[in-house]
């Protein structure tokens, strides 16, 4: 259970471990992010790549994160969604503002674009 950090080109990677990004997990993933942005880490991306399964309060995780990005003036996007996720992101219309990607260097390089 956990995550695995990395920084490339400015931007922080948290790679999620755990295949269910659920109500046990989400908790940590928002301390995590948390942590990040008032240490003023601004460009996250999470990588989704391992993970088959995310509920409500996974996207309750990643909606926290872009609130605390948003106030650094940051962004949090997704890296590997699978299309149950997606649905899932579609589903509560956040489609918008929570992009995915499926290559890891389109996804960094979409960070110096905005």
């Known amino acids: 259970m956990g995550f695995v950090k990395e920084e490339q080109k400015g931007i922080t ?3 999620v471990e755990d295949e269910r990004l ?3 997990i989400a908790p940590q993933l928002k301390s995590e992010l948390l942590f990040l942005a008032n ?3 601004k460009n996250i991306l999470i990588d989704l ?3 088959s399964y995310a509920d409500s ?3 309750g995780a990643f909606l926290f994160g872009i609130r605390q990005l948003k106030n650094i003036n940051g962004q949090l996007k997704l ?3 699978n299309k149950r996720i997606m649905s899932l992101v579609r589903i509560a219309r956040l489609d918008k503002i929570l992009l995915n990607y499926h290559d890891k260097e389109e996804a960094i ?4 674009q905005e």
């Open 109 to 112: 390089s979409s960070f110096d």
């Open 57 to 59: 309060s996974g996207l």
């Open 79 to 81: 890296l590997a969604a």
């Open 13 to 15: 990677i948290i790679k």
């Open 39 to 41: 240490d003023g880490k």
């Open 49 to 51: 790549s391992g993970v």
């Open 22 to 24: 659920d109500s046990m």
